[in-house]
């Protein structure tokens, strides 16, 4: 790498010498990628503010209900008894992603981060909409605040702080369910004022992070962007700059008419720092892979447009990994992506086999704690227990009664005779199984229930039954 100096390693692109920030003022994009990148970024918003109001079976698409601990995952119903299928689902989406990052780098943060997606695609269009071009935004910072600058701050402001109220909004559809949202908004916002409260709260910090903070998530807060020093490698396929081909044995150097730069030794870099003033993240390609990038591509179209324009290829900067750069190498399925994906094919197998054997009706009979047994009349043990019915459909299960199926004998509840769990709703009581100790072997015995709707079996579980060791 023929760079001149290595102080990018030790500082932030957007921090000046005094520790303060500076201002990115990228220039606007455009070329063959940021098309690409913007009709990915219509279907995913179309996507994300769509998530929480399609419904699967009367469930809602998707709902991080952290608060109660119920998600829905494509319409699928994950209740707290159901975490560890969540967690395994969640441990999937970090093994997909960091597959996809060994292989091609960064590419989920420059097409689908949805921070990357409302800053470069929503606020961002927005901004050169209102100030213009980076040139324009330049001279709007800097000049005073008069009338055209109050007026073109203010709109920006304004739209700015309407947008990230929309978002809160979605946000909130996400956590709580889109059916509490509209019922909240339909009973009037202030009947629910915890609930306002925390949309305002959200609305304020996307305001920030959207007006104020932008690519700093990227490099100081998101995590995933310091784990890609560990996950890359020289074979991962990332915007990367040809250093080879840009430096040559000379290096790059400003463009001349007519001079023969092959015949000087310079490369094809004709040092035009475009690629610098349209990337977002305010580093220079050039230097090398960095924890900057975002992957968005902004440089590759910038270069390529300046490569036309000099009647050079395309392609100075372009996805591809330091060893076909360097030795010529074409993308391999490497020993590491081979194990990743070994994980994620069992892991995902694992899951898809939980989530078959899943039942929708989750039944809980447990004896009652410190409690021993009941010597009743004719020989009869009886024991007390606690029930637990968790119902995870969309449609309530009626005329709920239990049977013994593992014994002789009878199940008597302590109310409630054929009860009603309620759709996503849970029912508990207490119940007293009766059995005639002759039947019963161990003074432990395992015995297995019956859970009925009407006279159709929806779920058996298994409980322990107590007797004395005496009587057998
Ligand atoms: S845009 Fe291309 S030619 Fe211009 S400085 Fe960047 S790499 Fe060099
Ligand atoms: S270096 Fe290029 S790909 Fe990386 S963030 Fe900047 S413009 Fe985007």
């Not at 999937?92 to 097409?111: E, P, S």
Request: charged residues 25%; proline residues 3%.
């Amino acid at each position: 790498m023929a760079q001149d100096s290595e102080h990018f390693r030790d500082s932030i692109g957007t921090i000046n010498e005094e520790g303060k920030r500076a201002w990115v003022f990228p220039k606007k994009p455009s070329g063959r990628y940021y098309d690409y990148r913007k009709y990915v970024s219509y279907f995913l918003l179309a996507f994300l503010f769509a998530g929480p109001f399609i419904k699967i079976n009367g469930n809602q698409f998707l709902m991080f209900n952290v608060l109660e601990r119920r998600f829905n995952i494509f319409g699928f119903p994950f209740w707290p008894q159901d975490f560890h299928l969540f967690v395994i689902s969640m441990i999937i989406g970090v093994i997909f992603i960091a597959l996809f990052t060994v292989a091609f780098g960064r590419i989920f943060c420059g097409w689908m981060c949805p921070q990357t997606i409302f800053m470069e695609m929503v606020f961002r269009r927005i901004e050169y909409w209102i100030e213009g071009d980076r040139g324009a935004q330049i001279k709007l910072g800097r000049q005073t605040w008069n009338a055209e600058k109050i007026r073109k701050r203010t709109l920006k402001w304004s739209i700015f702080f309407v947008i990230s109220f929309l978002i809160a909004n979605v946000f909130l559809a996400y956590l709580i369910g889109s059916d509490r949202l509209i019922r909240y908004i339909t009973d009037g916002p202030l009947l629910h004022l915890s609930t306002l409260i925390s949309l305002l709260v959200f609305t304020a910090v996307f305001y920030f992070i959207f007006a104020w903070f932008r690519e700093q998530v990227c490099i100081i807060a998101c995590p995933y962007g310091r784990m890609q020093g560990v996950l890359l490698d020289n074979k991962s396929i990332i915007v990367a700059y040809d250093h080879k081909r840009g430096e040559a044995e000379n290096g790059r150097k400003k463009w001349r008419k007519n001079e023969d730069r092959k015949a000087l030794g310079h490369g094809d870099c004709i040092d035009c720092f475009q690629c610098v003033n349209v990337c977002p993240t305010g580093i220079d390609i050039r230097n090398g892979t960095q924890l900057e990038c975002v992957n968005c591509t902004a440089c590759i179209d910038e270069c390529d447009t300046i490569m036309e324009k000099v009647n050079l290829p395309k392609g100075l900067i372009r996805y591809a990994s330091e060893a076909e750069i360097v030795k010529k190498e074409k993308f391999k399925f490497t020993p590491r992506l081979k194990g990743y994906t070994a994980v994620l094919t069992i892991l995902i197998g694992v899951l898809a086999g939980m989530l078959f054997l899943r039942n929708d009706l989750e039944a809980n009979i447990l004896r009652l704690p410190g409690q021993l047994y009941e010597h009743k009349e004719g020989n009869i043990i009886s024991n007390v227990y606690t029930y637990k019915l968790v119902n995870k459909t969309t449609k309530g299960v009626e005329n709920v009664n239990f049977k013994l199926l593992s014994h002789k004998g009878k199940i008597k509840l302590v109310r409630n005779e054929n009860f009603e769990v309620p759709a996503q709703d849970l029912a508990e009581g207490t119940l007293f199984i009766e059995i005639d100790n002759a039947a019963v072997k161990s003074d432990k015995e395992k015995i297995k229930v019956g859970i009925y709707s009407g006279n159709t079996l929806i779920e058996t579980t298994m409980t322990a039954f107590m007797a004395p060791r005496s009587y057998r």
